[in-house]
């Protein structure tokens, strides 16, 4: 019971440490998108530039204590900040649950987190900043080197991932983000070819089931002005490949 009681708060702990680092990384994600500096100019209202409070900030809560909206001005507050900041505190603590305290926990949370960066960029401008994937590409390259195993796989699955994701490119005449191959490279390093093809197939259900209201609601046609971001449902087919990996091997 004891050790049960320990799991729990340790558990709870990465996950209010995933939910402060989601707030950073929506800061690295957004401030680069607009070009600002990360430190300076303070945590601000996007509308009204006022700066916001500590409590304001506390990451989840805020957002719903104020119902989506500025305390000050009233606009409404995008809902990426929850996302990832919950994004970032749901993969962390399962990442710790399924690997332990291993090279391969800090590998995944390493990669992971170039994901939600890339993912929180791409719901704010349905664009991915390159220098995410190549910190993401350095880092894990950097790590699976010093970790040693299965490196020439890894290495393999880096290339092949992104030769499939570079045919389908084509194949498909540009309609595939480019974003989206390069960042399959950085998956297939990170994960192996398996897992990188499979985070894809359940990518494009998850988007299939997405678009089924918006089908619906327009008596089955897609609505082609609107451009829909792919690395998130990308970013939710590797939390796939985790939970099914774990279920694969208890």
Excluded at 119 to 140: H, Q
Excluded at 141 to 147: A, Q, S
Excluded at 187 to 216: H, K, N, T
Excluded at 241 to 249: A, E, G, I, N, P
Aim: proline content about 4%; hydrophobic content about 55%; overall charge positive.
């Amino acid at each position: 019971m004891i050790l049960n009681i320990d799991l729990i708060i340790m558990y709870g702990i990465i996950f209010i440490f995933g939910l402060v680092l989601g707030s950073f990384y929506n800061v690295i994600a957004l401030r680069t998108l607009s070009g600002e500096n990360l430190a300076f100019p303070p945590s601000h209202c996007t509308k009204c530039n006022h700066r916001l409070s500590v409590f304001d900030l506390i990451p989840v809560f805020s957002w719903l204590f104020l119902k989506g909206k500025c305390r000050y001005c009233k606009d409404k507050i995008s809902p990426i900040y929850p996302i990832g900041e919950l994004l970032t505190a749901f993969s962390y603590t399962f990442i710790v649950y399924q690997f332990g305290f291993t090279m391969t926990t800090l590998i995944q949370i390493v990669f992971i987190t170039a994901m939600i960066w890339c993912t929180i960029a791409d719901l704010k401008e349905t664009l991915v900043p390159d220098r995410f994937i190549i910190i993401g590409l350095i880092a894990v390259f950097i790590l699976r080197l010093i970790h040693g195993e299965d490196l020439v796989y890894y290495l393999i699955s880096c290339v092949v991932s992104f030769a499939v994701l570079f045919m389908i490119f084509l194949l498909s005449g540009g309609k595939m983000g480019g974003a989206d191959v390069k960042l399959y490279a950085l998956i297939g390093l990170s994960i192996g070819a398996m897992d990188a093809m499979g985070s894809l197939f359940y990518a494009s259900i998850i988007a299939l089931i997405f678009q089924i209201p918006i089908l619906i609601k327009n008596k089955g046609k897609l609505d082609r002005t609107r451009e829909i971001p792919f690395v998130p449902f990308i970013t939710l087919g590797v939390l796939c490949t985790y939970v099914l990996d774990y279920f694969k091997f208890i």
